[in-house]
């Protein structure tokens, strides 16, 4: 018995060596940060290669980001059971009713750099919600691909490299040590992003205003 099974357990290295990959595409299409990690965990300890996981977290992002933006783009009310699209759905047809929308042509020609951006801060439900202005507003759809693949990719690299490398700690104490000094840093990196790029750029957008007005909620919750 290898020491990966010993962590594991026999039977269940062995079940997660025959189900994990179809198990892994179902729950990536949930949640790929969360599922990510713990699938970079797994991958150091032999259970999945790393470049699979990498590649199914970008095809399934960029699947599903594509499937609501064309759902947007095609007015479809299937968006409007989830409580956060239904909110923006309301905000941009408010706007179009009222006359042209002053900041669409703007949204739509910075649709990659935002969606980019949105993707290596993960503010959560905010990628989707630029998705979906962008298929209302009829953005071309080359740039919301490249956005998500890009942005996705870095992202769900460096989210399996943390788990991969904090698989590691189980193995070594001074692995650990570096582990913690890695994550710190990169978690103060992405602090200042944040309030240099999403709160000071984002939040003062005129879109953002409008569709969030009243208040930030970016929850996927349906009701």
């Known amino acids: 018995m290898t020491g990966n099974e010993l962590i594991l357990g026999r039977d269940i290295f062995e079940w997660l060596l025959a189900y994990g990959y179809p198990i892994f595409i179902f729950l990536s299409i949930i949640d790929s940060t ?3 990690f713990f699938a970079g965990i797994l991958s150091s300890w032999g259970v999945f290669n790393p470049f699979i996981i ?3 977290c970008v095809v399934m992002r960029l699947i599903t980001d594509s499937i609501f933006f064309y759902l947007a783009k095609s007015g479809s009310s299937f968006l409007r059971k989830f409580k956060l ?5 309301k905000k941009i047809n408010e706007k179009k009713e009222e006359g042209e929308i002053e900041w669409a042509p703007l949204f739509k020609e910075h649709i990659f750099k935002t969606l980019l951006i949105t993707k ?3 503010i959560p439900g905010l990628p ?4 979906i202005v962008g298929g209302i507003l009829k953005a071309k759809y080359k740039k919301v691909f490249y956005g998500t693949v890009i942005g996705q990719g870095i992202w769900a690299g460096l989210v399996i490299f943390l788990g991969y490398e904090f698989g590691g700690v ?7 040590i570096d582990v913690i ?5 990169l978690l103060i990196v992405l602090f200042i992003l944040y309030y ?10 005129t879109w953002f205003k409008e569709i969030f007005n009243g208040g930030v909620d970016t929850k996927v919750d349906k009701k």
């Open 128 to 131: 989707e919600v630029i998705i």
């Open 34 to 36: 969360y599922v990510g």
């Open 181 to 185: 000094g890695f994550i710190t840093v």
């Open 196 to 205: 240099k790029y999403a709160r000071s750029h984002i939040k003062t957008r």
């Open 170 to 176: 189980v193995q070594s104490a001074k692995h650990l």
């Open 85 to 89: 699209f239904r909110k923006v759905l």
């Open 120 to 122: 290596l801060i993960p």
């Open 54 to 56: 990498w590649g199914i």
